[in-house]
């Protein structure tokens, strides 16, 4: 659904003023075209670490990817994407890959985690039965972050034991891995309450405008 209640297929559906998550999903053509965009850089970064071997670096896109193209495939049309400036945080570690062939901190990469788990909770309150309001949406995100740097962590030990990479350090490094991510999903839950409290004032607007037709 977009921002006006309008149906990728066109047509007017009823608006539940609560569902605030369902208008996450937009089928305009210019976030559709930035979306595409990063989803092409994703596609490069892929195939790079493919190339390298880079087993943290497949993982990572591939599940970044298979989330931000669950949107356009399952109501089979391409407009149909999640909004670029959260795709943008979510990718943004392999955004900088991507571009600059840099890295971004520890805190930024969590934070942009958060953004992918936020994206991951939109789709199965669409696609699922799943049902919730903004407001625990935003503390889901904190706890899905922590659960998903959880199995980061062990899929990392696992890597260092049995395919001989070196990810994991000493258990200081991971403990102040883990504080930045406890702030990490801390401010991502308080930004994403603000993001969807600027969407709700968006919808709103819409609806006036509607009703003065």
Known sequence: MTDGSERPDGTLG???????????????????????????????????????VDYQWILLVGVVGFVVLVPPVAFREWRVMLPWELLFLACLPILVRGLVGGTVGTFATYLSLAALSLLVIAELHMFTEMEVTHWFAVCLVVLTTLAAVAA???????????????????????????????????????LFDGYFRRRDRRLWRVIRRMVRR
């Open 152 to 190: 980061w962590t062990v899929f990392r030990w696992n890597a260092d034991r049995f395919l001989g990479t070196t990810y994991l350090t000493t258990n200081e490094a991971l403990m102040t891995e883990w504080l930045y991510v406890t702030l990490a999903g801390l401010v991502a839950g308080v």
């Open 14 to 52: 009823n608006i539940d003023l609560d569902d605030t998550l369902e208008m996450l999903f937009r089928d305009g053509r210019t976030n559709a075209l930035i979306a595409w965009l990063l989803v092409a850089i994703l596609t490069a970064v892929f195939i790079e670490s493919a190339l390298d």
